[in-house]
């Protein structure tokens, strides 16, 4: 079939369920996703979408099918053969009489069409049997719905449409029984009342007569032709006038022929043959008897000429092709086939080594080979356009693939507002967060692990080891800020704020802890053992660089946190004392250390976080939390949490899917202020003039950093995608020169 019968397919079925079932569809039928037009492709694509839509939609192919005929005449609507519908006939049964006659015009462009036929009967009850001949099986009722859309649209009527005969063969032959449906009994009683009653609308047309013809009383519907006693052409003008037309009898036996057909199959010079011994009927589907021919005397045959009675200068040619009309003539019992080569294009005129000349002047087939040609050249550029079109789509795809790989990877190094910023090449501005949790990690003995494993061992670990630490920064929402070696540094609250900041990175400390031990130490074989120091506190944040921009932090904050990390113990989280405020009454389990030395900073009184007592580990690694732990968190909700679940063992299927590289799929954990709530958006805090006099702080460290207020506009954005309140949060419009000075973090 050609790819517009397709196209017809996939637009019913968007139209009528949408785009999500056409890609299922699809997905289902292993097609394409798009059809040219004038390509021809295979009964089987058709078939296979038509059969996977029955399933996917619960209907019958009957139903499916009939749906599509109706469809499909409003396609054909659409697309420009409206006014060659309506002029195929002024009611029902002269539009389907001349349905052959519409395909015969459509082969001249569409050469490979494998239309069906048709033949239409009228009874005496007015009811019409519609004969439908066809190679394709399976497609019958498709009929239905198209000839009820054009009874419906051309002529407003209903009719019923039922199989009343089904006969199989080399060809599949349907019989229709069609019906006409009267919905309104009462108008046409009415209709008809109010005819009797106006005499003067009756008489109309008698009266025009008169006046036309006022002594006979005709009209044109009354002319009566005349006939000559005697034939005036002699034999050889006729055969000369009609060079391609054939006389045979009721035997098929050839009695006449015209010159130019006889020059292509010399075999009719004798006059003796039998017409089915040269020629096959193409068109319509039926037997070449002469019954057969008397039942469609009125559609379009075909003949095409065999190869085996060609002669052998002839049998490298195309096959001649005739198209014609088949009249009968009674006194003689003989049918006159007058037929013209039925040639689309000068291409086909040169292959057959015929000209232009060979066919009558008077025969419009001259008319229709040049026409046709310029029609064909149009459809070879349509084609054209169709497959540049594709290419473009596809190339389209296929570069926005592309986009989004190079922007996922520019937002896993700068975040997705700041990246945003330096792509439309403006300046990012510093910006100072008045409170943030900083995390930094290590790896035990890391420099003993170098200096006894080869290179290749230790990017293996260290990259199982961050694969593992990045998912739990999705599960978080923690901001990645950089690695350096073995160091592992994350930030809460930057750069979008968030209240609950503290509580996200120690539930991210608490599941590196449990991560880590899924990590191997290539020397020992045993899991490996990490550091964790938290801190809190205010923060500068900005852009450095041009060539590889890096989104920094810097400040107080950040030694502090860093030193918690090198102060801490092996499997252990160390928190300073601003995060043990912030953690306390919130259903943690924290172990006082006590004072420590701190490098920089003197005594301090540091603590170690245990356990989250309100979430399983499960929550808290991103997995889906196993059946038998809800049930027991729901039995014993009125309990102590660290009594009923005092280890915190994850289930062993979600073990073993961390075990095989954290493939299982990832559940984000909630918090108050998750991104996913409706809660107002974070901003940044501009450094307030407080924040610059008197002594330098540490967090005041680099110079003035530009940007323009979309930038804010655009962080409020990304930070609240399902913002339903409406009240917009202050910014400060004003912009400021921040002078700092580097820090030292060690």
């Known amino acids: 079939m050609y790819g517009f019968i397709n196209t017809c397919l996939k637009s019913l079925v968007i139209d009528r369920f949408g785009e999500e079932t056409w890609d299922k569809l699809r997905d289902q039928a292993r097609v394409q996703d798009t059809f040219m037009t004038y390509e021809v492709y295979t009964d089987d694509i058709t078939m296979q979408l038509v059969t996977e839509a029955c399933k996917m939609l619960d209907l019958e192919q009957s139903v499916l099918l009939r749906q599509f005929g109706e469809y499909f005449f409003e396609f054909c609507k659409r697309s420009g053969y409206d006014h060659m519908l309506r002029t195929l006939g002024g009611n029902l049964f002269e539009f389907m009489e001349n349905l052959d006659s519409l395909h015969s015009y459509l082969s001249l462009s569409y050469k490979e069409m494998n239309a069906p ?86 008489n109309h047309w008698g009266t025009v007569r008169s006046l036309i013809h006022p002594e006979k009383d005709k009209t044109l519907r009354g002319f009566e032709p005349v006939y000559p006693d005697n034939l005036y052409i002699d034999l050889k003008t006729f055969c000369n006038a009609f060079p391609f037309h054939i006389v045979f009898d009721e035997e098929l036996q050839v009695r006449q022929a015209g010159v130019t057909i006889q020059r292509f199959v010399p075999e009719l010079q004798t006059r003796c043959g039998q017409l089915d011994q040269y020629f096959i009927i193409q068109n319509p589907k039926v037997t070449f008897n002469i019954c057969s021919i008397r039942k469609f005397i009125n559609s379009h045959f075909i003949l095409r000429t065999k190869r085996e009675i060609m002669p052998m200068a002839w049998k490298e040619r195309p096959m001649l092709e005739l198209r014609g009309q088949m009249i009968w003539m009674p006194l003689l019992h003989c ?101 943030c949790t900083i995390l930094f990690s290590d790896v035990v003995t890391f420099t003993d692990i170098c200096s006894e494993c080869e290179p290749i061992q230790i990017v293996s670990m260290l990259n199982s080891m961050y694969l593992k630490f990045d998912r739990l920064t999705s599960v978080h929402n923690v901001y990645k800020v950089e690695t350096i070696g073995d160091a592992y540094m994350v930030v809460g609250g930057v750069p979008i704020l968030m209240s609950s900041h503290t509580e996200r990175v120690a539930n991210f400390a608490l599941g590196m802890i449990i991560a880590a031990k899924e990590v191997t130490n290539p020397v020992t074989g045993c899991p490996i053992q990490i550091r964790v120091g938290l801190h809190s506190g205010p923060v500068l944040a900005g852009v450095v660089g041009e060539k590889m921009p890096r989104y920094c932090l810097f400040g107080d904050t950040v030694n502090t946190a860093s030193r918690m990390e090198s102060h801490g113990l092996p499997d252990k989280i160390h928190i300073s004392p601003s995060v043990y405020h912030a953690l306390r009454n919130k259903g943690y389990q924290m172990e006082e250390r006590g004072e420590i030395e701190v490098k920089g900073k003197g005594r301090m009184q540091t603590y170690f976080l245990q356990r989250n007592l309100k979430v399983t580990e499960s929550e808290i690694m991103g997995l889906l939390v196993h059946s038998t732990e809800s049930v027991r968190k729901m039995t014993h909700s009125g309990r102590d949490c660290a009594s009923q679940l005092p280890h915190y063992r994850p289930a062993l299927k979600d073990t073993q899917r961390l075990q095989k590289g954290d493939s299982c799929p990832l559940v984000p954990m ?17 450094p307030q003039k407080s924040s610059i006099t008197g002594k330098p702080r540490d967090s ?17 954005q990304e930070s609240t995608p399902n913002k339903t309140d409406n009240k917009k949060p202050s910014i400060d419009k004003r912009r400021k020169h921040v002078h700092t000075r580097f820090c030292v973090l060690f």
Not at 135 to 148: F, S
Not at 151 to 170: L, P, W
Not at 670 to 686: L, N, R, V
């Open 335 to 435: 049918m006159l086939y007058l037929a013209s080569p039925l040639l689309r294009s000068l291409q086909e005129l040169e292959e057959h080594c015929m000209h232009l000349s060979d066919i009558a002047p008077h025969d419009a087939t001259r008319d229709l080979i040049l026409l046709n040609q310029q029609r064909l050249a149009e459809m070879e550029l349509s084609n054209q356009l169709e497959r540049k079109k594709e290419e473009l789509h596809h190339l389209s795809k296929h570069l926005e693939e592309e986009r989004q790989k190079t922007e996922n990877l520019l937002y896993a190094m700068l975040p997705k507002h700041v990246a945003n910023q330096l792509k439309e090449g403006k300046k990012v501005e510093a910006g100072e967060f008045e409170e």
């Open 700 to 716: 005041e460290s680099y110079g003035s950093l530009y940007s323009e207020k979309s930038s804010l506009d655009e962080l409020t």
């Open 117 to 202: 036929s048709f033949r239409v009967e009228k009874n005496n009850d007015g009811t019409l049997l519609l004969h439908y001949y066809s190679d394709r099986r399976g497609l019958c009722h498709i009929v239905p719905g198209i000839i009820g859309a054009v009874a419906k649209d051309f002529f407003n009527s209903t009719i019923k449409m039922e199989i009343v005969n089904q006969m199989m063969g080399k060809k599949e032959h349907i019989v229709f029984l069609i019906t006409p449906v009267f919905l309104d009994k009462d108008f046409s009683k009415r209709s008809l009342l109010k005819k009797s009653q106006n005499p003067v609308q009756k």
């Open 670 to 686: 909630k918090y108050g202020d998750s991104p996913t709530e409706s809660k107002p958006p974070a901003q940044f805090i501009e």
